[in-house]
């Protein structure tokens, strides 16, 4: 989208960066294999309203697996949490990634009870019903890092 490689933290910044300047107010990288780490992902997220600039990371502990429809979930998740916060980005990115998290946990433990323990497959559905609890009142399992 920008022409910028991305292979540091300061490279994804630039990035989000540069898209601000083309007057897009909020930026969010939802995961990265930046952190060096092959046990977590790290997010970004960076908003200006008002001339004052808020950027937050956090670090995502990794899943052992595959899921479908994780991006869908996290703009989702994102955008009513942005909207019902005020435009809170560490908070909405905190309930975001705490939300998914637990709901990939649950999906990961009822896959592996069904299928004896192997990795999720694509056709593994996420568990959105049986986490209807954590969608509307996530505890928070991860902390935003406040970067600006």
Known sequence: MTGIEIKTISDAIKAID?????????????SSDLSGNESELIA????????????????????DAFFVGT???????????FTKSGHDLKTSCEKTVSTLQLILKRTFDYASQQTGGTKLS???????????????????????IILE
């Open 44 to 63: 970004l997220a960076s908003s200006r309203f008002n001339g004052k600039r808020e950027l937050v990371k956090l670090i995502i502990p990794k899943f």
């Open 71 to 81: 991006g869908d979930l996290f703009t989702s998740l994102f955008l009513a949490w």
């Open 18 to 30: 540069s898209l601000h300047s083309k007057g897009i107010p909020t930026v969010v990288l939802s």
């Open 122 to 144: 694509a056709n593994i559905e996420l568990r959105l019903i049986q986490s209807l609890n954590d969608i509307q009142n996530p505890k928070s399992i991860v902390n935003a």
